[in-house]
């Protein structure tokens, strides 16, 4: 394989490469590394790069493939979201409260990435504490979406859909809270799996809101999200919302032909105010579906409406409890001089969030607080359940459920900054998939005006194996997912 | 006018397991201060509590 393409080919491709030894993990590693210091300074996508270790880690790889010691994953360069917890690694979650903060741990998916032979080449770039569609409300500033730099990658895993996007590494991690890997994946052109809740751990992830947020692959194609889900995914005893239930070979079947598999389209998710040419690609799409003899069913969705302001209430609440550690007591950022405890907590928190973090603390804690709770959060987690059960019943009648990804390709930076209701419209077809705890995922599905388009398959609890085999049979049948961004033939 | 005396008893014990309730951690009486927290009972980022199992057993017994 030509050096050249070497940041074009899939994971897939790479493996094959490194374990018959016309690749070594070195080489790989290093072509990765000069494309990040080439390309990263225009796109912002890695706040952080491991150069030292991550060729350390490479010349370990290269000892075991040499020996035949291989496993799916060994000698494949890898990002991780600036969210997961990095022994030794600065973990900040694009917020100066944790601007120096080092963890002495490892998340699970850390680990299990690294056991699985993965090289860790730096940590990407999201929006603060996950907060965000865009990747604008970062400390270490934008990202640029790598197929147009004047719009945004999406978010809040944007960092890590503009690298994999521009060919930094073949796998990053992303994490899904209302849309957070599907969205920027959508709006990067790649591939992004949010699988179902408590497939993946969650420990050692830095909490957003902790019955939606999960962990998943970002890459450029369901083969090879497919690999890494299969490292990422199992029980784990130190998250007691990890499910203990069986982890399927994901790979096994995602050959297998989707004959008869029903689609549904919920009505809801067409309705008129859906942009035409949207709708248009998103249709194209699931016309080469149903060429893969899939059918198409139309279902509904009807609390399809509800799902902006419940999760609104409801993601923002969990963010309030699980950011009121940040106290500037015992890690993170403590504010100069302090005069009294209370002044103490009030400057470490005004001065280390920032305004969209703060915004939604403000309006978690007033849907929590005495009085109003049974209004809002208490009527959220009600409405939650009907969204959950229109899902349920929606699976009678099909196995998979598509759509878009998002409303509309990558926008402008700073065009919905100032409208933080417009920004929360992004994800309105990704979050209600989390409030029911589904596994959800986006694919490349054509260019509108060149900007990449998503088409997203939603499934039963506990069923990526059937999204990844839809998917898979999508890829084998078009090439969107093969679009590069012009900015690939830049430098490197 | 006569009184009824109603009394009511709360019962407050401490189990007595060998680790916190919700992590991992040693809970000696008289050890050294900040010996026996883990990164649990510190609440870092990212930490989860898990329950302890035993602590459930005492409690319901």
């Not at chain 1, 694919?443 to 069923?463: E, S, T, W």
């Given at each position: 394989?030509?050096?050249?393409?070497?940041?074009?080919?899939?994971?897939?491709?790479?493996?094959?490469?490194?374990?018959?030894?016309?690749?070594?993990?070195?080489?790989?590693?290093?072509?990765?590394?000069?494309?990040?210091s080439a390309v990263n300074p225009e796109l912002n996508a890695?706040?952080?790069?491991?150069?030292?270790?991550?060729?350390?880690?490479?010349?370990?790889?290269?000892?075991?493939?040499?020996?035949?010691?291989?496993?799916?994953?060994?000698?494949?360069?890898?990002?991780?979201?600036?969210?997961?917890?990095?022994?030794?690694?600065?973990?900040?979650?694009?917020?100066?409260?944790?601007?120096?903060?080092?963890?002495?741990?490892?998340?699970?998916?850390?680990?299990?990435?690294?056991?699985?032979?993965?090289?860790?080449?730096?940590?990407?770039?999201?929006?603060?504490?996950?907060?965000?569609?865009?990747?604008?409300?970062?400390?270490?500033?934008?990202?640029?979406?790598?197929?147009?730099?004047?719009?945004?990658?999406?978010?809040?895993?944007?960092?890590?859909?503009?690298?994999?996007a521009a060919g930094f590494a073949p796998l990053g991690t992303?994490?899904?809270?209302?849309?957070?890997?599907?969205?920027?994946?959508?709006?990067?052109?790649?591939?992004?799996?949010?699988?179902?809740?408590?497939?993946?751990?969650?420990?050692?992830?830095?909490?957003?809101?902790?019955?939606?947020?999960?962990?998943?692959?970002?890459?450029?194609?369901?083969?090879?999200?497919?690999?890494?889900?299969?490292?990422?995914?199992?029980?784990?005893?130190?998250?007691?919302?990890?499910?203990?239930?069986?982890?399927?070979?994901?790979?096994?079947?995602?050959?297998?032909?989707?004959?008869?598999?029903?689609?549904?389209?919920?009505?809801?998710?067409?309705?008129?105010?859906?942009?035409?040419?949207?709708?248009?690609?998103?249709?194209?799409?699931?016309?080469?579906?149903?060429?893969?003899?899939?059918?198409?069913?139309?279902?509904?969705?009807?609390?399809?409406?509800?799902?902006?302001?419940?999760?609104?209430?409801?993601?923002?609440?969990?963010?309030?409890?699980?950011?009121?550690?940040?106290?500037?007591?015992?890690?993170?950022?403590?504010?100069?001089?302090?005069?009294?405890?209370?002044?103490?907590?009030?400057?470490?928190?005004?001065?280390?969030?920032?305004?969209?973090?703060?915004?939604?603390?403000?309006v978690g804690t007033y849907a929590l607080s005495a009085g109003?709770?049974?209004?809002?959060?208490?009527?959220?987690?009600?409405?939650?359940?009907?969204?959950?059960?229109?899902?349920?019943?929606?699976?009678?009648?099909?196995?998979?459920?598509?759509?878009?990804?998002?409303?509309?390709?990558?926008?402008?930076?700073?065009?919905?900054?100032?409208?933080?209701?417009?920004?929360?419209?992004?994800?309105?077809?990704?979050?209600?998939?989390?409030?029911?705890?589904?596994?959800?995922?986006?694919?490349?599905?054509?260019?509108?005006?060149?900007?990449?388009?998503?088409?997203?398959?939603?499934?039963?609890?506990?069923?990526?194996?059937?999204?990844?085999?839809?998917?898979?049979?999508?890829?084998?049948?078009?090439?969107?997912?093969?679009?590069?961004?012009?900015?690939?033939?830049?430098?490197? | 006018?006569?009184?009824?005396?109603?009394?009511?008893?709360?019962?407050?014990?401490?189990?007595?397991?060998?680790?916190?309730?919700?992590?991992?951690?040693?809970?000696?009486?008289?050890?050294?201060?900040?010996?026996?927290?883990?990164?649990?009972?510190?609440?870092?980022?990212?930490?989860?509590?898990?329950?302890?199992?035993?602590?459930?057993?005492?409690?319901?017994?």
């Amino acid at each position: 394989m030509a050096l050249d393409s070497l940041t074009a080919a899939t994971a897939t491709e790479l493996v094959s490469e490194l374990q018959a030894r016309r690749l070594s993990a070195t080489e790989l590693t290093e072509s990765c590394l000069n494309r990040i210091s080439a390309v990263n300074p225009e796109l912002n996508a890695v706040i952080t790069v491991c150069e030292e270790q991550a060729l350390k880690e490479a010349a370990e790889a290269d000892v075991m493939l040499q020996r035949g010691d291989g496993g799916p994953l060994t000698g494949l360069p890898l990002l991780h979201k600036d969210i997961f917890c990095t022994r030794g690694v600065a973990t900040t979650c694009s917020s100066k409260m944790l601007e120096n903060f080092v963890p002495p741990y490892d998340a699970t998916v850390v680990s299990r990435l690294r056991a699985a032979g993965t090289i860790m080449l730096g940590k990407t770039n999201m929006d603060e504490f996950a907060m965000g569609s865009s990747t604008e409300t970062s400390r270490f500033g934008v990202t640029r979406n790598p197929w147009n730099m004047d719009c945004v990658p999406g978010g809040s895993s944007g960092g890590a859909a503009a690298a994999v996007a521009a060919g930094f590494a073949p796998l990053g991690t992303g994490t899904d809270t209302g849309g957070s890997i599907r969205q920027p994946a959508s709006l990067c052109g790649i591939t992004g799996l949010k699988p179902t809740y408590g497939r993946v751990s969650r420990l050692g992830i830095i909490a957003f809101a902790s019955s939606l947020d999960q962990a998943g692959p970002m890459t450029r194609t369901a083969e090879d999200a497919a690999l890494m889900l299969q490292v990422m995914s199992g029980v784990d005893p130190g998250d007691s919302t990890s499910a203990d239930v069986e982890v399927p070979d994901f790979r096994s079947q995602m050959g297998d032909s989707i004959q008869g598999l029903r689609i549904g389209i919920p009505r809801q998710y067409f309705s008129p105010s859906l942009d035409t040419r949207m709708a248009q690609t998103i249709q194209a799409a699931l016309d080469e579906l149903v060429q893969e003899g899939a059918e198409l069913i139309d279902i509904d969705l009807p609390h399809t409406e509800q799902g902006i302001a419940t999760y609104y209430i409801i993601a923002p609440a969990e963010a309030s409890a699980n950011l009121s550690r940040y106290d500037g007591v015992r890690f993170g950022y403590r504010c100069g001089a302090p005069q009294d405890l209370t002044d103490l907590y009030e400057r470490s928190r005004t001065e280390g969030f920032g305004d969209e973090v703060k915004r939604r603390i403000l309006v978690g804690t007033y849907a929590l607080s005495a009085g109003f709770y049974d209004a809002y959060f208490k009527k959220a987690q009600q409405v939650r359940r009907l969204i959950s059960h229109d899902f349920k019943n929606a699976f009678e009648h099909c196995d998979v459920i598509a759509g878009p990804a998002a409303p509309g390709v990558a926008f402008g930076l700073g065009t919905k900054t100032q409208d933080p209701l417009a920004m929360y419209l992004e994800d309105i077809y990704t979050l209600s998939v989390n409030l029911a705890g589904l596994p959800g995922m986006s694919v490349p599905a054509g260019l509108i005006d060149d900007m990449p388009v998503g088409l997203q398959l939603i499934g039963r609890a506990f069923d990526e194996a059937t999204l990844l085999r839809a998917a898979h049979r999508f890829q084998l049948r078009t090439d969107h997912h093969r679009a590069r961004p012009a900015l690939a033939e830049v430098a490197s | 006018m006569s009184w009824e005396v109603v009394m009511g008893l709360e019962v407050h014990l401490q189990l007595a397991t060998e680790s916190k309730i919700f992590s991992g951690a040693a809970n000696q009486f008289g050890a050294e201060p900040n010996e026996q927290a883990c990164a649990v009972d510190l609440g870092m980022p990212g930490m989860l509590p898990v329950l302890n199992a035993q602590a459930i057993r005492y409690a319901v017994m």
